[in-house]
Structure formats: C-alpha cells, structure tokens
T-cell receptor, first 113, second 117 residues
C-alpha cells in the first residue's frame, strides 16, 4: 500500500531556532509532493510543491527538498516564529489517475517563546 | 476573500440521525472534494466532483452521499449517522486536476467538527 510517513510526530522548538521536518513515501508511480500547513482549527494551506525533477524550493522562511531516488522530502523552517506553530502535512500525488493523493499524518510543531 | 466556506462549524448528532454538510467556494473552481480527518490518520477522501455534474467515490465513501448542486456548491449527506463517523470534515476545491504538469493546490475550508453520540 502506498504510504507517506512523517517524522517527528511532534516537535517543540524555541522561537528563532531552525527545524527540519521529514517525509518519507513509498507512493509509486510518483508525480509530485506538496507540503501543507494546518493551523489549529483551520483547513490546510499549501506551502510548496515539488515535482520529481526538482531538488529544492523555497517559500520565504520555508525550504523544501526532495530526493526522488530515496523517496524522501524535508521541510526546513528558518528563524522560527510563533506563527509557525501548526501541523505540517506532506501529500504525495500518485500518478495513476484523478486526484490520487496520499496524505501523511503530519508533524505538529510548537514554537515556544 | 471567502474562499471555501463550510457550514455548520460544529454539530452533535445522535446515532441514526441524518444531516447535510454544506460547502461553497467562490473561486470559480471546477473540482471539489470532501475529506475526513481523524486523529493519527491522514486526510481521507470521501467523495469528489471533477466538474459540475459529476461525482465519484473516494477512499471511504460508505455511509455518505454527495450532491454537486452547481459549480459553487458541493454538499455531503449522512443518511443515518454512526459513531464511527465522528470526525472533522473538510471541503476543498481546486481549479482543475492538472495544469502545466503541476498538480493544482487544493483550497480547504475550515472544517465541520461532527460528533455522533
């Protein structure tokens, strides 16, 4: 079964520090991977998308990386802010048909003052 | 900028009751989706509508029905609620399924928190 595994499940960091969230997937055939941010009580919001040919993509303080050979992606957050406290969800698109998305369970990040 | 609006935000039902969750988007998107989110699990697709006039089953459709009322609105109905359907339900929309080789991002509402006793 195609899966998306995220680690760690939860993380607490001090404001201003950096952190890296991991996403490992077994989805095949792979098309692309997207990171979403979900604030508590809100719906997910897209942060960035990675296709199989891209290695790195940045969106402000967020930098996503992708290694399609090892089927791993990471989301690096630089100079964390309190507003970064949220769940971060990795979603992989299985390229077999319409909207075959496989969602990870997310990493819950808490940025502490 | 409303985006995707879901109603109600919270609901408590008794087992066997029925209800309809409403969803509307104002972005002129063609595709709409219903997901459920449960603790410790990723979002799971219940039903989707690729375009106005079409609906298809997702990963977990049992116990649910949907209606794509028009391009803006996509409703989810529970005919006979069961405790296993206690969850947070998210509606989402996207411009289309594929554009320029990229999977289009889905825009989510803020969810309906449904408890079934």
């Amino acid at each position: 079964k195609n899966q998306v595994e995220q680690s760690p499940q939860s993380l607490i960091i001090l404001e201003g520090k950096n952190c890296t969230l991991q996403c490992n997937y077994t989805v095949s055939p792979f098309s692309n991977l997207r990171w979403y941010k979900q604030d508590t009580g809100r719906g997910p919001v897209s942060l960035t998308i990675m296709t199989f040919s891209e290695n790195t993509k940045s969106n402000g303080r967020y930098t996503a990386t992708l290694d399609a050979d090892t089927k791993q992606s990471s989301l690096h957050i630089t100079a964390s802010q309190l507003s970064d406290s949220a769940s971060y969800i990795c979603v992989v698109w299985e390229n077999t048909g319409f909207q075959k998305l496989v969602f990870g369970t997310g990493t819950r990040l808490l940025v502490s003052p | 900028n409303a985006g995707v609006t879901q109603t109600p935000k919270f609901q408590v039902l008794k087992t066997g009751q029925s209800m309809t969750l409403q969803c509307a988007q104002d972005m002129n998107h063609n595709s709409m989706y219903w997901y459920r989110q449960d603790p410790g699990m990723g979002l799971r697709l219940i039903y989707y509508s690729a375009s106005e006039g079409t609906t298809d089953k997702g990963e977990v459709p049992n116990g649910y029905n949907v209606s794509r009322l028009n391009k803006r609105e996509f409703s989810l109905r529970l005919e006979s609620a069961a405790p296993s359907q206690t969850s947070v339900y998210f509606c989402a929309s996207s411009e289309s399924t594929l554009m320029g080789g990229y999977h289009q991002p889905q825009h989510f509402g803020d969810g309906t928190r449904l408890s079934i006793l």
